[in-house]
């Protein structure tokens, strides 16, 4: 006897929800500007820290890049019937990588 079963339902939940676009391109180039970042720091070792100024420009873009993710993550955030998970993560490994980006520029600067 022990369990009842409802017609039509095995254990599967079924949902419209679909994942987020904005999010998902969120994640991929924030990872992309972590990457960045990683790959900056350790030419900068290894040349000891004699990296021309086209290295610098390019690190203000991963900046910019980074924060105009934060506002796609937060409109990803914002969509109906999506799941959450991915402008969550873009949220995040934004937020991480703008804080890399202007620590290490304020650190240079000699601010920190």
């Not at 790959?39 to 690190?59: D, M």
């Amino acid at each position: 006897m022990g369990t009842k079963r409802r017609r039509g339902h095995r254990g599967y939940k079924f949902t419209e929800k679909t994942h987020s676009k904005k999010g998902i391109v969120a994640v991929i180039f924030s990872l992309a500007m972590i990457a960045m970042y990683v790959a900056f720091i350790a030419l900068a070792f290894l040349r000891e820290g004699g990296l021309s100024t086209y290295y610098g420009s390019a690190g203000v873009m991963a900046v910019i890049i980074s924060v105009v993710m934060i506002v796609l993550s937060a409109q990803g955030m914002r969509e109906e019937n999506s799941f959450r998970s991915f402008p969550r993560l873009g949220l995040l490994f934004s937020i991480i990588s703008v804080l890399c980006w202007v620590l290490t520029y304020l650190a240079g600067a000699s601010v920190l």
